[in-house]
């Protein structure tokens, strides 16, 4: 049975670190332009990873594979369209997580290419830390818009059911439980239920493979 791995952990650190903070900062962000102040005023409309790093989902992800950030809260009676701005508030996590696997993509790929230096030599720590904080980031824009509550796919898709809010609670419910099963049964079935690693693969390589590398 495998022990934790320090030097593999500390690879993934920065990629995981970065990935949150800018998954939560976009989301607080576009709350606030979207005429809610909530995220502004408890401070989360900042790249610093201290407020937005829930030490326990932090942990988590070392352990099992699994964690999560604090959640970015809102009050939807503020924002100026209601059905729209959520969605806008859900799809910026994401999509930032996408953004920011590519923007590390294309500094990699040049690095990569033009840098004379050792530290891009694949299966460098460099290099193995460059590719890590890619995966992570598109891990975090697959994973996240899964269709099941709490995670962003979920008020995409459950969006129009918020003009019935018991309904919407009813989905809600049970739609976390469904994911938080899955999840489990993942980890320790080692059943994979949510075969998203080749989607991860498909955009990772894609875009690289684009870049040439």
């Known amino acids: 049975m495998g022990g934790f791995d320090l030097i593999y952990s500390l690879k993934l650190l920065p990629g995981i670190v970065l990935g949150l903070t800018v998954h939560e900062f976009s989301h607080a962000y576009i709350a606030k332009i979207c005429g809610d102040s909530t995220s502004s005023d408890q401070g989360r409309v900042t790249l610093n990873p201290l407020k937005h790093i829930d030490i326990f989902g932090f942990i988590m992800l070392f352990v099992v594979g699994f964690g999560w950030a604090k959640p970015v809260q809102f009050n939807e009676q503020n924002l100026r369209n209601p059905g729209r701005d959520i969605i806008k508030i859900a799809i910026s ?45 598109w ?30 609670e009813v989905l809600y419910k049970y739609g976390t439980w469904i994911l938080f099963g899955l999840v489990m049964v993942s980890i320790l079935a080692k059943i994979n239920l949510l075969p998203i690693m080749p989607v991860i693969g498909f955009f990772r390589d894609g875009f690289l493979g684009l870049l040439g590398i």
């Open 93 to 137: 996590g994401p999509l930032s997580n996408a953004i920011l696997a590519m923007i590390l993509s294309v500094i990699f790929a040049a690095a990569y290419r033009f840098s004379s230096s050792d530290l891009f030599s694949q299966h460098n720590a460099v290099w193995d830390i460059f590719i890590y904080a890619i995966s992570i980031n």
């Open 139 to 168: 891990g975090l824009f697959v994973f996240n818009l899964i269709p099941l509550p709490p995670l962003d796919g979920s008020h995409i898709l459950f969006s129009p059911f918020r003009k019935h809010p018991h309904i919407y």
